[in-house]
């Protein structure tokens, strides 16, 4: 298993359109083949700026996410909103303190 994570920065005035596409596809993402969990974070200091963070049991479970059609609607739907280049990173869990 192992987590990804997205930086997104939004335009200023496209963030309510984010957060709406993001609410609406949540749990077919969630409920995506592979994906244990979706979470979404908020930068403290700039209100434009998001994460998501994502567990999925195996790489090509993420990868069978990245190209479906879900992900494909999604994605055309989120990037138009962007101000930045989006950013990802693939990481696996080397400790965890619960």
């Not at 244990?36 to 049991?57: A, G, Q």
Request: glycine share 2%.
């Amino acid at each position: 298993m192992f987590a990804r994570i997205v930086k997104m920065t939004f335009q200023p005035d496209k963030i309510d359109l984010f957060l709406e596409n993001f609410h609406k596809n949540k749990m077919k993402i969630r409920n995506f083949e592979g994906c244990v969990s979706l979470e979404l974070f908020r930068d403290k200091n700039d209100p434009s700026i998001f994460f998501t963070y994502s567990w999925w049991k195996t790489e090509n479970d993420l990868e069978k996410y990245r190209n479906s059609d879900l992900f494909k609607t999604v994605w055309s739907d989120t990037k138009v909103l962007f101000s930045d280049k989006p950013e990802a990173w693939s990481i696996d869990k080397i400790e965890s303190l619960h």
